[in-house]
């Protein structure tokens, strides 16, 4: 699983709690451990566990989501447009670090 670097901090200080992915990036098993780098140049730098997979869409986006990615409702959802505009069903990956 690859994070933009400008998340690795929130990730790491368990700031970060999940990460919303478009389709393609959905098939995670609950309580697989995956290993997590960086997007910009592949650097690994921790492991997570995944505890769940669940489906939303982007007008259900809540405070609640916001929350658990270290963000304001409106800056996530500007991050969720630029980095995936026009996608309407997404997927919430719950996730813990592993120290």
Known sequence: MTFFERFEADIMSGKKTITIRDESEKDYAPNSIVQVSTYEDDRWFCELKIQSVETVNFNELSD????????????????????????????????????
Do not use: C, D, G, W
């Not at 996530?76 to 505009?85: D, R, T, W």
């Not at 026009?86 to 997927?91: A, G, T």
């Open 64 to 99: 609640f989501h916001a929350k658990q990615e270290n963000m304001t409702l409106l800056e996530l959802k500007n991050v969720i447009q630029e980095i995936y505009p026009n996608i309407e069903r997404l997927y919430v990956i719950s996730y813990e670090l592993i120290r």
